[in-house]
């Protein structure tokens, strides 16, 4: 089993050293030059565009919202990555990886503006046992690729690798983690296969729910488990306010110092700091576009707005509070290397008290991930089975069940390195796809923005585009899908903008 995993490790780093970043890397940079930094230039509207509503859906139920979808991919991309993985990043790389997560969060904005975007685009509506329209929707890569590339192999390479990905590897590596914090606080008097059959019974009375359940619980539990720790990081950073400008020294100096180039240690922390940026907004893996795809908007440019904004959140905020959590109280960064650094740290500061509030801390992040990783199994598995998801999606939901409750009993060292593997290969596809559709992205984009200046709240129809490829079902204006104006929003194009 060690040979496998050292076999593992050695292939994933090779993959992702020198084949992924300097894709993903090189794809952001396109983007954000292409785009004249539309991840900069409209945050305000990217604000702006996360506090509209939406009327009732087709079906006169409430539709997910551009909040809901958001919370739904931040649900997945805040995970306890946010805690373990930035303690991985410093330990690996020192303070200056830090820098260059913050680097690749601004860059990598621009791909999420882009794959979120094109999901809008592409998605379908959902349908309800006897034909009817749902008042939902579905979408993601394995959409655009299919109705805008025209490639459906290419769909369904990508919907097999996310379902095996997100739906069973990290569900099973989040419960774990769960178990373990659990344990952490209450010792072995806490049996794992207890905290796996908590786990389980709350996970499935949300995901056998349907997406309006997903949606309306992950509104709640991620604006909920982002308070709770930034509140800890904000009281860490009060306590040690005096150290706050030679954290910031350290992680400037960590990404450029002389000393840092000198030793070897800079490519450590570009690496370092990219890798786990990566793994912790999800910018450009295809993750989640599936995610966005749910919201009912006026105009696709919006939700690729909203989810840019959700990089920002994710690795400008909870990111960084870790490593203030970790860099101002400093301590042995030798010792520990994931969530206990982290523990170890609000400890220090705070007290005991703060290692048990991390513990709820940790289990809504990873409960929150569990939701958000489901539904991107489920949206690929209706991808690929069309009709009969319906038959498909009861057994799917009880092998979730079951890998979140093996990763719980287990130990997942083999099944981590794989999944590093399966997301890399992921995200090769999905920017495969991206880089030339984001011709089309650029295209919404002048549309909105002409739009916003003539003083109107954007709405796009198909026939505002004809010249746009591939078969786009939601956006009428074209005798296709329901021919309903602005996806079923019920907005007037004469409307003034808010």
Same mark, same amino acid.
């Given at each position: 089993?060690?040979?496998?995993?050292?076999?593992?490790?050695? !292939?994933?780093?090779?993959?992702?050293?020198?084949?992924?970043?300097? +894709?993903?890397?090189?794809?952001?940079?396109?983007?954000?030059?292409?785009?004249?930094?539309?991840?900069?230039?409209?945050?305000?509207?990217?604000?702006?565009?996360?506090?509209?509503?939406?009327? #009732?859906?087709?079906?006169?139920?409430?539709?997910? *919202?551009?909040?809901?979808?958001?919370?739904?991919?931040?649900?997945?991309?805040?995970?306890?990555?946010?805690?373990?993985?930035?303690?991985?990043?410093?330990?690996?790389?020192?303070?200056?990886?830090?820098?260059?997560?913050?680097?690749?969060?601004?860059?990598?904005?621009?791909?999420?503006?882009?794959?979120?975007?094109?999901? %809008?685009?592409?998605?379908?509506?959902?349908?309800?046992?006897?034909?009817?329209?749902? /008042?939902?929707?579905?979408?993601?890569?394995?959409?655009?690729?299919?109705?805008?590339?025209?490639?459906?192999?290419?769909?369904?390479?990508?919907?097999?690798?996310?379902?095996?990905?997100?739906?069973?590897?990290?569900?099973?590596?989040? *419960?774990?983690?769960?178990?373990?914090?659990?344990?952490?606080?209450?010792?072995?008097?806490?049996?794992?296969?207890?905290?796996?059959?908590?786990?389980?019974?709350?996970?499935?009375?949300?995901?056998?729910?349907?997406?309006?359940?997903?949606?309306?619980?992950? %509104?709640?539990?991620? #604006?909920?488990?982002?308070?709770?720790?930034?509140?800890?990081?904000?009281?860490?950073?009060?306590?040690?306010?005096?150290?706050?400008?030679? !954290?910031?020294?350290?992680?400037?100096?960590?990404?450029?110092?002389?000393?840092?180039?000198?030793?070897?240690?800079?490519?450590?922390?570009?690496?370092?700091?990219?890798?786990?940026?990566?793994? *912790?907004?999800?910018?450009?893996?295809?993750?989640?576009?599936?995610?966005?795809?749910?919201?009912?908007?006026?105009?696709?440019?919006?939700?690729?707005?909203?989810?840019?904004?959700?990089?920002?959140?994710?690795?400008?905020?909870?990111?960084?509070?870790?490593?203030?959590?970790?860099?101002?109280?400093? #301590?042995?960064?030798?010792?520990?290397?994931?969530?206990? +650094?982290?523990?170890?740290?609000?400890?220090? *500061?705070?007290? /005991?008290?703060?290692?048990?509030?991390?513990?709820?801390?940790?289990?809504?992040?990873?409960?929150?991930?569990?939701?958000?990783?489901?539904?991107?199994?489920?949206?690929?598995?209706?991808?690929?089975?069309?009709?009969?998801?319906?038959?498909?999606?009861?057994?799917?939901?009880?092998? !979730?069940?079951?890998?979140?409750?093996?990763?719980?009993?287990?130990?997942?060292?083999?099944?981590?390195?794989?999944?590093?593997?399966?997301?890399?290969?992921?995200?090769?596809?999905?920017?495969?796809?991206?880089?030339?559709?984001?011709?089309?992205?650029?295209?919404?984009?002048?549309?909105?923005?002409?739009?916003?200046? %003539?003083?109107?709240?954007?709405?796009?129809?198909?026939?505002?585009?004809?010249?746009?490829?591939?078969?786009?079902?939601?956006?009428?204006?074209?005798?296709?899908?329901?021919?309903?104006?602005?996806?079923?929003?019920?907005?007037?194009?004469?409307?003034?903008?808010?």
């Amino acid at each position: 089993m060690d040979s496998l995993n050292s076999f593992i490790v050695d !292939v994933n780093d090779a993959f992702w050293t020198w084949l992924l970043i300097p +894709l993903v890397v090189g794809a952001a940079l396109y983007f954000t030059l292409r785009s004249r930094g539309v991840q900069i230039r409209l945050l305000p509207e990217m604000v702006r565009v996360l506090g509209d509503k939406s009327e #009732p859906g087709t079906d006169g139920r409430k539709p997910v *919202s551009s909040f809901g979808a958001f919370t739904i991919s931040a649900a997945a991309r805040v995970g306890t990555g946010n805690i373990a993985g930035v303690a991985a990043a410093i330990t690996a790389g020192g303070a200056g990886a830090v820098f260059w997560m913050w680097v690749m969060a601004l860059l990598g904005a621009s791909s999420a503006f882009v794959e979120a975007a094109l999901a %809008q685009l592409y998605k379908v509506r959902n349908r309800d046992e006897d034909g009817t329209p749902s /008042g939902t929707y579905r979408g993601g890569p394995a959409y655009y690729m299919q109705r805008g590339l025209g490639k459906r192999w290419m769909g369904v390479v990508f919907a097999v690798v996310i379902t095996l990905t997100f739906g069973f590897v990290f569900n099973a590596v989040q *419960s774990n983690t769960i178990t373990s914090v659990t344990q952490g606080s209450f010792g072995d008097g806490f049996p794992a296969g207890v905290a796996g059959g908590i786990v389980v019974v709350l996970l499935a009375l949300v995901i056998f729910g349907g997406v309006r359940r997903i949606a309306s619980v992950t %509104q709640t539990v991620v #604006p909920l488990m982002a308070v709770l720790y930034l509140l800890l990081g904000l009281a860490v950073v009060i306590v040690n306010i005096t150290d706050v400008p030679r !954290v910031f020294g350290d992680i400037v100096g960590g990404a450029f110092g002389f000393r840092e180039v000198a030793g070897g240690a800079i490519g450590a922390a570009i690496q370092q700091g990219i890798r786990r940026g990566m793994f *912790s907004n999800e910018a450009g893996l295809g993750s989640a576009p599936n995610a966005a795809a749910t919201a009912e908007v006026s105009h696709p440019v919006k939700q690729g707005l909203v989810q840019s904004l959700g990089v920002f959140f994710d690795t400008l905020l909870i990111c960084s509070m870790t490593a203030f959590i970790i860099l101002t109280t400093n #301590p042995s960064l030798s010792e520990r290397g994931g969530a206990d +650094l982290t523990q170890s740290a609000l400890e220090d *500061s705070l007290g /005991g008290w703060a290692g048990h509030a991390l513990t709820l801390v940790v289990f809504l992040l990873a409960f929150s991930t569990l939701i958000g990783n489901y539904y991107y199994g489920e949206s690929n598995i209706q991808f690929m089975t069309g009709d009969r998801a319906r038959w498909v999606l009861p057994g799917y939901r009880v092998l !979730v069940l079951c890998a979140v409750f093996g990763g719980a009993l287990g130990s997942v060292d083999v099944v981590w390195n794989l999944a590093d593997v399966f997301m890399g290969s992921m995200a090769l596809v999905n920017l495969l796809a991206i880089l030339p559709l984001s011709a089309i992205a650029w295209k919404l984009m002048d549309d909105y923005l002409a739009q916003r200046r %003539q003083g109107l709240n954007p709405v796009f129809e198909r026939n505002r585009l004809p010249e746009l490829p591939g078969e786009i079902e939601c956006w009428g204006g074209s005798g296709e899908g329901d021919g309903a104006s602005g996806s079923g929003v019920r907005f007037k194009k004469d409307r003034p903008s808010v």
